[in-house]
């Protein structure tokens, strides 16, 4: 084996601060045979649990993660995997998960006390974003990856441990057990953080559960050590750099709310993830008597209702904090349902709004994702009023989906509209960022209302451009009014529409942003270097073929996991709640798939591969989003989880063999990273390509497979004289 010099990066771990001089590995190897299953769950769930801290946590305090989470993600499943792959061989410093913490929030409150935060723009040209402006030359654009590099870095080196941790513990079990309770683990770790999201608890708490698992696993001792007196500092410096003074921070189940009144001003703004959502207006008669300057806003917000013909029932996506509710109740509604998917932010309006329009009798409130609600059975409509979508900056937290974007497709339209009477009318307000954008949505509006063109008005509010479409239009069509539509029907830039395959409507046509591809190319590169600093490959005979397998493995899963993660969230709504479910679920059927293998030890790997494949190329040439969603919603789950369950199959048959469960699941973690940036091809051939990336993956997993059963064959023959094919056949 050839010796690798001890890198700098090795050197921290090797000679640590003395405020750090805790080395787990002798608590692992002291652990009792009965406890070690546990012990394993656990250190697998707080690696879960942290994951998902830290993806909410750097989305809340710089807009830029809100937007691209992924790096969050890959850098945690980047640490994870070196940790893994490097095992008990070096020391295991599990308080260094709570230095890199404090170096990170470091980093994060010199950028903002320095105020070089408003430089950290969109560094991807081609892809728009509402509230967060483009990088104006390479300069800039440089200054945002290498921000992006740097907490790539020190956020990998914050999960290194907990993976050693895992690894070390998974090694004195069986490969399958050890698996198993890792599994068990995770999901008892999203559990966790779902039932915090739930109860809209801010980071601090979600740390110190972080906290309290280091110190079960670092032993009393560390209840004395500088680790709690730093994490200490810790919670402190985040009430530094979140104020608290006028502003209200609330952690919902998606993202960060700041709220905060307006000087010399009777309004509220809210904020979400640190960019502006939306202003709580009193536009009742009353206050317009005081505040002539509000005119101009309850015209924006009236118009819709004025146009309408008999707005008596009303349907309002995205209501947010009631000023479109506010609207149609001044109008004479009858009956309007009021959808919101935050709950935090239809309880500040219900709060704060001053005309109260979450009480009014009237008024149905429904929590939940806007398409969903759509395809529910339910009244038609005379109005649905599309209000200012808060979504632009929104994100599912466990899912990489822009839930807007399923809001803007073609399809999304089309179930509006047949939620609308024959002479109903729907009516979008939406603040233009884009000529490009403007003609995106009129074409779109126009094909999912069978040609109609619809018409545009600019009342002016927040920038705001309103399109109205359906039956209702013929009689507003005749009056003199500033109609725009000939401005965005006239574009002659090219777009594409956005589809429920192809939701990318910030994105004005389907190509593969060259900026993004920069970027993973420099975070590729970033990989490659930490791996190299602190993994030894392993070059037993048949070691590296075995890691093939596994990378290819874990590449074909996250590819379609996040496949079904988006069907399955379009079907039962892109609620925070239904994607935490999916992922449990995913979860649950890798347990499953571990716990039939363990219980049918020669079942054949061939026909899970077999299993992968057929399933794979039947969900690529059989369903396409509105396909599956007209056959049924648990026709779609069931069609989504087949390939997962046979994709457990196959791992876990693999497992069971492997000489090193740390391994594998190092190049597992590894492969997901590819998979996670393969997973960036859907941005110019649509979500339904997944299915094809990924079969390509496990075709590439059973070359690896086969390679290394033939040289297993060849070392047999070569050692005994007997080919030994019945016993490498039975092993398929």
């Known amino acids: 084996m050839v010796r690798r010099r001890t890198t700098s990066l090795w050197s921290i771990w090797q000679t640590p601060l003395s405020w750090f001089k805790t080395d787990q590995t002798d608590w692992v190897a002291t652990r009792s045979a009965k406890s070690l299953p546990y012990w394993v769950a656990l250190a697998a769930g707080l690696g879960l649990f942290l994951e998902l801290s830290i993806i909410r946590w750097h989305g ?42 404090c170096v990170q929030l470091a980093l994060f409150g010199g950028v903002k006390l320095a105020g070089l935060h408003h430089s950290l723009r969109n560094p991807v040209n081609e892809l728009l974003t509402m509230g967060l402006d483009g990088t104006d030359g390479w300069s800039a654009w440089f200054g945002v990856v290498s921000f992006l590099s740097i907490v790539y870095v020190l956020n990998a080196l914050t999960f290194i441990p907990l993976g050693q941790i895992a690894a070390a513990l998974m090694g004195r079990l069986p490969n399958l057990k050890g698996y198993g309770f890792n599994l068990a683990g995770s999901l008892a770790g999203i559990l966790a953080f779902t039932a915090l999201s739930y109860l809209w608890m801010p980071p601090e708490v979600w740390f110190v559960v972080v906290l309290a698992g280091l110190i079960a696993m670092m032993g009393a001792s560390a209840a004395a050590s500088p680790v ?54 009193d536009l009742s008669r009353e206050n317009m008597i005081r505040n002539p300057a509000a005119q101009l806003s309850a015209m924006s917000y009236d118009m819709p209702f004025q146009l309408s013909t008999n707005p008596d029932n009303v349907l309002i996506v995205g209501a947010g904090t009631g000023n479109d509710v506010a609207a149609a109740l001044r109008r004479g509604a009858i009956h309007v349902d009021a959808v919101e998917i935050d709950p935090i932010i239809q309880q500040v309006g219900a709060q704060l709004h001053p005309e109260k329009p979450y009480s009014d009798p009237r008024v149905s409130t429904y929590i939940n994702d806007a398409r969903a609600f759509l395809r529910e059975e339910g009244r038609p409509y005379d109005l649905i009023v599309y209000g200012l979508l808060d979504s632009h900056t929104m994100l599912s937290n466990l899912s990489n989906v822009r839930l807007d974007s399923f809001v803007y497709t073609v399809e999304a339209f ?87 395959d192809w939701p990318f409507f910030y994105m004005p046509e389907r190509k593969y942003p060259t900026s993004y591809a920069l970027i993973l190319i420099a975070l590729l590169g970033v990989s490659i270097v930490l791996i190299r600093a602190f993994v030894q490959p392993d070059r037993r005979a048949g070691s590296i073929t075995s890691s093939w397998v596994f990378f290819f493995l874990g590449a074909g899963f996250m590819l379609i996991e996040t496949r079904s993660i988006t069907e399955l969230g379009l079907t039962f709504g892109n609620t925070w709640l ?28 061939w026909a899970a591969f077999a299993g992968v494949a057929l399933t794979l190329c039947f969900g690529w040439w059989f369903t396409g989003p509105q396909e599956v969603i007209a056959q049924g919603a648990w026709t779609t789950a069931f069609l989504c989880v087949l390939p997962l369950f046979f994709s457990g199959l196959l791992f876990s048959s693999a497992l069971k063999d492997t000489a090193s469960v740390a391994t594998a699941m190092s190049a597992n973690l ?63």
């Open 670 to 732: 590894f492969g997901s990273i590819c998979g996670g940036l393969l997973e960036y091809h859907s941005m110019v051939a649509g979500f339904r390509s997944l299915y094809l990336l990924g079969l390509a993956m496990y075709v590439g997993a059973f070359a690896a497979y086969y390679w290394q059963h033939r040289n297993q064959v060849k070392v047999t023959k070569r050692t005994t004289g007997k080919p030994a094919l019945r016993k490498v056949a039975a092993s398929h």
């Open 228 to 281: 709690v007196v730093i994490c200490g500092v810790l919670f402190a410096v985040f009430s530094v750099f979140e104020p608290r003074p006028l502003r209200k921070n609330v952690y919902s189940p998606y993202q960060s709310l700041s709220i905060r009144p307006v000087a010399d001003d009777s309004r509220v703004v809210v904020s979400v993830n640190q960019l502006y959502y939306q202003k709580i207006l």
């Open 60 to 101: 809340s305090l710089f807009s830029l993660f809100g937007f691209y989470k992924n790096f969050s993600l890959l850098s945690a499943f980047l640490g994870l995997g070196i940790g893994y792959a490097v095992g008990k061989r070096q020391p295991i410093r599990l308080g260094f998960v709570i230095l890199f913490l």
């Open 414 to 500: 089309q179930e509006a509209r047949l939620r609308l009477k024959e002479d109903g009318m729907l009516a979008l307000s939406f603040s233009m960022i884009s000529d490009g954008l403007g003609h995106k949505l009129f074409r779109m509006l126009k094909e999912a209302f069978d040609g109609q063109e619809p018409i545009v008005l600019q009342p002016g509010y927040d920038g705001g451009v309103l399109f109205l479409a359906g039956g209702g239009i013929r009689r507003i069509a005749t009056l003199p009014l500033p109609n725009l539509a000939s401005r965005y029907a006239s574009y002659t830039g090219h777009v594409d529409l956005s589809t429920d």
């Open 578 to 605: 239904v994607i935490a479910l999916v992922i449990s679920g995913i979860l649950l059927m890798a347990c499953a798939a571990n716990a039939a293998i363990a219980y049918l030890p020669k079942f054949p790997t």
